[in-house]
């Protein structure tokens, strides 16, 4: 490691510790040649490969982004964002691969969405499972309704309680 004040090409290991429940490990240093203390944290860089072959690290930002946009008007709060992409970040690290398909995440995020709000899995699952009809809608749709424990899901917002059938479409 290069000190960043002499820019000597190496330095002494001190100390090290595991930080960032154990994704990262902070290290103290010490440079041989101007004898000045520095510390650097290390992490595993995962790495998104996209479909046109680029690469770039992953954000755990950019899948709450994503998400986000599927979850609009939604019962969804923040807090149960981070931990949707909290819970994707970890099953992409847990896999072991330091190069992830962008395709890869997108699947990523389904389990933990579904989980989280059915609507918003719908609208995400569209993308990513590459729905052409509404046949395919259907499909999922009474997938989610013969998974669901208890029957079918509960009606929320400005729709609950009223019958769907007499609501206008637009």
């Known amino acids: ?3 960043p004040f002499c820019q000597h090409d190496d330095s002494r290991v001190l100390d090290s510790r595991v930080c ?8 103290r240093r010490q440079c041989p040649v101007c004898g000045r203390r520095f510390t650097t944290i290390e992490r595993m860089q ?11 690290p992953f954000s755990r930002d ?7 946009k599927a979850c609009k008007g939604r019962p969804v709060s923040d807090a ?13 690290r847990a896999s072991g ?4 398909a962008s395709e890869q995440v997108g699947l990523a995020i389904l389990p933990p969405l579904r989980e989280l ?3 918003a899995y719908l609208r995400f699952a569209s993308v990513y499972r590459h729905y052409e009809t509404i046949d395919d809608f259907i499909l ?3 997938r989610l309704k013969a998974e669901s424990p208890g029957g079918p899901p509960v009606a929320h917002g400005a729709m609950a309680g009223r019958d769907p059938a007499s609501q206008p479409l637009f």
């Open 62 to 68: 950019k899948v709450i982004a994503g998400v986000r």
């Open 140 to 142: 999922e749709i009474e």
């Open 46 to 56: 995962l790495v998104i490969r996209k479909k046109d072959g680029s690469e770039e």
């Open 97 to 100: 691969a330091s190069e992830i």
């Open 20 to 27: 960032e429940d154990g994704l990262a490990i902070r290290r």
């Open 117 to 119: 709000d059915p609507i």
């Open 80 to 92: 149960d964002l981070a931990m949707l992409g909290q819970r994707v970040e970890d099953a992409l």
């Open 1 to 3: 490691m290069r000190c």
